[in-house]
């Protein structure tokens, strides 16, 4: 088990001259992991943790069921294999593998909060749940949870996202995007040959090139597949999306009543973790783990990295081993809060105080919201800073952070729809015009 700074290394070094594939293997004899009520490890059981598995490398698991968690698994073959296990499998980075990013033969283990991309297979670029004998632990499938993960730009002839070939499972709060199969025919995000119950809710469904849902021709059971986003209200565009009994000689229907439209995001903000001592390297890795989390919102670019352009101006200046400002670290740990207001010309800000309850996610603008006590923090703060500000002849100023990062210069004020904002100058680069993001406004280290 590692840390944030201090990675793990599971590693190849003859790949790809050696097409074997090292295998990190749980037995019956391993000690099952246990978690809290938030699936989070608590210390007894196996675990793998904070490491890098690449270039071949793979975590068979057979009867038995570690945790698996906060680990970047890319470049295999083979990546996780679960049987017989009711492991959790939560906050990984799984990509860029030769198959698919999870392998499901039976039991009941959780897939939450993972990020599984560009992985190519047969079935089921993103998650494929079997059902072959292949398994070394016979046994059935016990309600398999798949749920908070993005599972985005994967291939496969069936299932690009996924693929459910045995059930039952509860798919739930994912991000299936971008998805494609070059089958031509079959073509989908989710791909069911199994008849079993499949509970397929509250995701964000779009962009799969044929079909976002697809049910194979002997499927004889109805989905549930309410309460999704489609990126449309369209009824008929939503059915077009679907294969089922409306469209092939098969008796299974997909029922997508209450579709929730247009997809809308919550992102709840990250505790502020002590930076100080680091290296620039460790800083550079935590940033681009902290991005990809919600890296669908497409605000930094697919191979971000803060040690190239736009990011190398901020994050190149960096001093290895120095201690930091605690409201810097705020922001380090939370790039998608883009904007805040202060009183002063570096960061003091009224969301490291008063925390920001979280940030909501819709068609492309993004809503910072206070409530309860983060809004009664808020307006104190507030109330306390205009006398400061109006005591030393300043104002209260709203600047960006994170942005430069991202490679936004600028963002824009609708004077029409914000209350209680008036021009502090009648000027042409007034606050209500824009704002501009500064790439030395953090100001690292002391």
Known sequence: MGSPFKIIRFINNNYPNDSDVSSIIFESTSIDAYADNLNNYITVGSVISFAELSRNVSIQIDKSSPYIGDN???????TILLCGSSSIIKNNIIEDNSGSGIVIYNQAPKIIKNILR????????????SNSNSCITSGSINNILIDGNIIDNNMAENGAGIALFNGPATIKYNNIINNKSHTPDKRAAIFIDGNSTYSITNNNIWDSSLYEIYLNNNVSENVDASNNYWYTNDSTIIAERIRDKNDASISGFVDFSEWLGYYEQHIKTSP??????TTKKQIADFRIQKV????????????????KEPGNKIYGSITDGADWMED????????????????????????????VSEIKYFNNIIEEIYDKES????F??????????????RVVELWMVNAYDA????????????ANIKPYKDTSTNIINSIYSNSSFYHYGR
């Open 72 to 78: 970047w698994i890319h470049f295999n073959k083979d």
């Open 375 to 378: 809004a009664r923090r808020f």
């Open 272 to 277: 502020r973790i002590s930076l100080n001592g």
């Open 118 to 129: 560009r992985n190519k297979s047969i079935n089921g670029g993103g998650i494929f749940v």
């Open 292 to 307: 990809n989390e919600y890296y669908n919102l497409n605000l930094f670019s697919v191979n971000y990295d803060p040690l």
């Open 380 to 393: 104190l703060d507030l109330e306390y800073y205009m006398i400061y500000a109006e005591a030393y002849e």
């Open 328 to 355: 810097t670290q705020y922001y380090i740990c939370n790039p998608y809060l883009l904007m805040i207001i202060t009183y002063q010309n570096y960061i003091r800000p009224f969301e490291f105080s008063s925390q």
């Open 407 to 418: 490679g936004y210069l600028y963002a824009n004020i609708d004077i029409d729809k914000s």
